[in-house]
């Protein structure tokens, strides 16, 4: 399928961090925005994750490595594995994978739809 | 874990289409540079495959649907489904990522690295 945004409810995950997130069935994509200033703190999950760079800054870190990513650069995150991130010097969007699908994205994603106008 | 492209070894799937393929346990990402008017012909896998444009414009077919996109648009491919990519109007570079790892380009990746000089 042809992903179109505007028709996948966003979801404010931290504040000034949105997500969307179409998924199938190994798989969830999750177009990330986060604002100058804002924090994905940091968290873990079984869900193995992999993302890039969209635009803007991004300064991640992955277990006890933290680097500042610009567009096109990438990240596998592993199973279980403690993560953060932040936007520096403005706005980042990445887009982030994850295998499996998060369940608990996918059911908030169908909420937001169901409740829709 | 951080990707260093650089130190991904590239291989060519089709003339003038080049993909590097960091991977995990659950997924592969895939850099894919198409050179203008170079073809990933119509193909399919039973690998779930995501994506998103990363810059330039890309026609892409899924099953009997094709739409152009730009930086930043995505899609799913569910498994097994036909599918085709060109690029148009210039060179198109992507992020795919498919679930489960495609033990093909994985084993590529790694014979690739070992005769490495």
Redesign the interface.
Known sequence: ???D?NLVPPIEIFPGVRIRT??????M?S?VEIEEGAVVSTHRHP??Q?G?V?SGRME?T?GD?T?T?G?????????DTPHRASAVGGRA?A?D?F??VREDYAARTEAARTAAP
Chains 1, 2 share one sequence.
Do not use: A, C, T
């Open positions: 399928m042809f992903v945004l179409p998924y199938g069935k190994n798989l994509l177009y869900h193995e992999g890039v969209l991640l992955i490595e680097r990513l567009p096109g650069e990438m990240y596998i995150i592993p199973p969007v887009m994978v295998s499996p």
